[in-house]
């Protein structure tokens, strides 16, 4: 069964560095084609992707935050990193991470962790 | 960049069959997927492949998808149903990975 699970900072102060983590079960960021995506929701907003992670360390970025984005792994803990620097008050969202086993058309989420809420003020 | 157009909110009442849109150029080209939100939930996937279900998801969800618009179509609507629902797609330019604005779903 997989599972994943973010972790991090609930509150940054705008100009910061936000770092969360998604520890996830369930399958290997060895495997062909398994990704990890993260995802994002304002308060009473929509979903936004943010950046989306490969076995192969391919990498894709949502190209307005692409400056500011960087996403690691670490296949031994089973866990994606994603860093956003110069944090600002409407970077305030839930961030969640979720498990993709395709490419391209085939990039659907499932499962997707519960997500945690950062918000962004000084 | 490429953008998918749905419906701020739909209501329907229990027992009744529920369509939700998701319009964007050519989508028809494209697979979609959806997502079923409820209040303080993670989003959950209902349908992959325009119309696949994952395991444990009723056979009352369903897709389509041709020229323009995909569908969402939920039959024998329950009161547990009503959530936010978001389409989703691969654009492979611009934003790769694209979602829909969210249709709420509201059981009268």
């Known amino acids: 069964q997989i599972s994943l699970k973010e972790s991090g900072p609930t509150l940054v102060k705008p100009t910061q560095t936000l770092t969360l983590t998604c520890t996830f079960s369930?399958?290997?960021?060895?495997?062909?084609?398994?990704?990890v995506g993260w995802i994002r929701q304002p308060p009473g907003k929509a979903l936004q992707w943010l950046a989306l992670?490969?076995?192969?360390?391919?990498?894709h970025f949502r190209p307005s935050l692409k400056s500011r984005l960087t996403i690691t792994k670490d296949t031994s803990k089973n866990q994606v990193v994603l860093t956003m620097t110069n944090m600002d008050p409407v970077d305030t969202a839930t961030y969640y991470c979720?498990?993709?086993?395709?490419?391209?058309?085939?990039?659907?989420?499932?499962?997707w962790g519960q997500g945690t809420l950062v918000t962004v003020s000084s | 960049s490429y953008v998918l157009t749905q419906p701020p909110s739909v209501s329907v009442a229990p027992g009744q069959t529920a369509g939700i849109t998701c319009g964007g150029n050519?989508?028809?080209?494209?697979?979609v997927h959806w997502y079923q939100q409820k209040p303080g939930q993670a989003p959950v996937l209902v349908v992959y492949?325009?119309?696949d279900r994952p395991s444990g998801i009723p056979e009352r969800f369903s897709g389509s998808n041709s020229g323009n618009t995909a569908t969402l179509t939920i039959s024998r609507v329950e009161a547990g149903d009503e959530a936010d629902y978001y389409c989703q797609v691969w654009d492979g330019s611009g934003d790769p990975v694209i979602f829909g604005g969210g249709t709420k779903l509201t059981v009268l």
């Open positions: 369930g399958f290997s960021l060895t495997t062909n084609a398994v990704g």
């Open positions: 992670f490969y076995w192969d360390d391919d990498k």
């Open positions: 050519n989508i028809g080209g494209k697979s």
């Open positions: 492949n325009d119309n």
């Open positions: 979720a498990h993709t086993s395709g490419r391209g058309d085939y990039a659907w989420f499932d499962p």
